[in-house]
């Protein structure tokens, strides 16, 4: 007697709207891994579509991102973070009205305004709606810089609710793991404070670094004679203008007490240097040391694994 | 009849007092490139000293620093910078009480301290001394991390003063071009100007972030969920404390002054993240991501040169 076989669930058609470093490298990340039925893809730039048709990071072109609701088993919304809120209340009113179950998630930077936005439209997150943020990037952009590598090793973060349907959840959590993403929940202040640390506010450090040395009499000698420690610390402040002014302005909040935490502290540390007291140098010099060590640690934990 | 031939000038004996990455990756760089006579070392920790000439980076241990005096070509001080102060003085009184014409020089991150010394000790820096920085290192640290490369594509910064012997400074300057840096000469205040806007406020600003984070409640949070860019950013965080203790209170005033800048820029980012004034922030990351994208072009072309 042959044995039943379980009909395997079939790979999701996926729409991507916005066609950018993170829209592109999911598409390529999902083709790789065989883990996407049809790729469709969406962007108001005509020639970023045109280009993912081109490299096959779709396989079609959706006219806009309304069409995924009837076409897609999962939209990912890939679009700038301020654009993200208005896509999202477009889409999920759209869906509501035409009963489509089509799964929507995003990749947005920030997660509060996305689901103050659902609140005010919805009394709640919608359940097919999973809000999520890849924790990966690059100082490129655009679907030019896409690889299917980017998310490798990467943690993507998911905000999911407490309606959140378990089997959209389950699907947006697959997605990305196919993806090659490591996959964790938490609540959306959760993220949005611990990413004005890690992210948001070394964002702005850099930028602010690199501007107050651009715009110093100095300026020409300071790039000309920096090494190693200054390109790494500095990498970042050549990220996406405009996509880092969304994410302040989105994570206003967040981030002005990661400012603030950072600025007591620097205060603290520059009366040490006045007062040349060496020990309080040596204590949070050796502390940084101590905790940035074992991040390394973790990271090469991870990155093995 | 033949040609006169022109006695060539015998390679140096070089004289390493200190055993670090700093010293040991010289050392390395110069028998690399067979530029070097004898190789001669001292350090305070004996186990240095025995892994230096363990792993060939020298061939003969000194006693002590003085002895260098009459078997050396060229000294290189290579101990920390808070400990150059004290041996350049005992180095140059006795120099000048022998009558020794090695040539001194040293690898301090900053050069005003030492050249004080100098002026209250000799009314000037000695001709035969010529004080001078790489602009290299690693977070890594101890001769175990030296590597015979540490210095390619990399910059050293000699500071020479009006009497200095124009053969001293030229057979320093030969010393590092066969190490493999290009050699440029300042000022000693323009040395602790640049340097502390482009290493020591960076180390600063990393150290800080990264205490700052660790103390948070959500530390443990924090570094597990940091990426990429966080962690190029951080990675000067790891250098050695000690080492950046003595550099934070050597180049005290320019320190300040740097951190004054960057501090009064933050202020201003802060209000116009906090006042949502879109426009500032633009302004501000365009015209970094411009000045950082520019230093790294540069650093491409010094890389393929």
New interface residues.
Partial sequence: MPLAVMPEKPAPTVAIIGLGLIGGSLALALREAGEAGELLGCDKQADAVAEGIARRVIDRALQSPREALAQADIIVLCVPTMAAADLLADLTQEAARTGSSAIITDVASVKGGLEARMLAQHGCVPPRVVLGHP???SERSGVGAARGGLFRD??T?LTPAENTDADALADVSHLWRAAGASV?C?AVS?HD???A???H??????????????R?P??D??????????????????????M???V??AN?GA??EA?????Q???T??AA??A?D?DA??Q?????????????A??ATRGRS
């Fill in positions: 924790i990966a990037g990467h943690l973060i964790v938490m959760t404070r611990v990413l640390a890690t992210s506010l070394p964002h702005v450090l850099a930028y602010c670094l690199v501007d107050t040395l651009a110093s100095h300026g000698d300071v790039f000309r004679f920096a090494a190693g420690g200054f390109r790494d610390f500095t990498r970042i402040a050549s990220s996406d203008p405009v880092w002014r969304d302040a302005l206003r981030l002005l400012i603030d935490d950072f600025a502290h620097l205060i540390l520059r240097i006045d040349g060496g140098l040596l949070t010099f050796t502390a940084a040391k101590t905790a940035r060590d074992s991040f390394s973790l990271q």
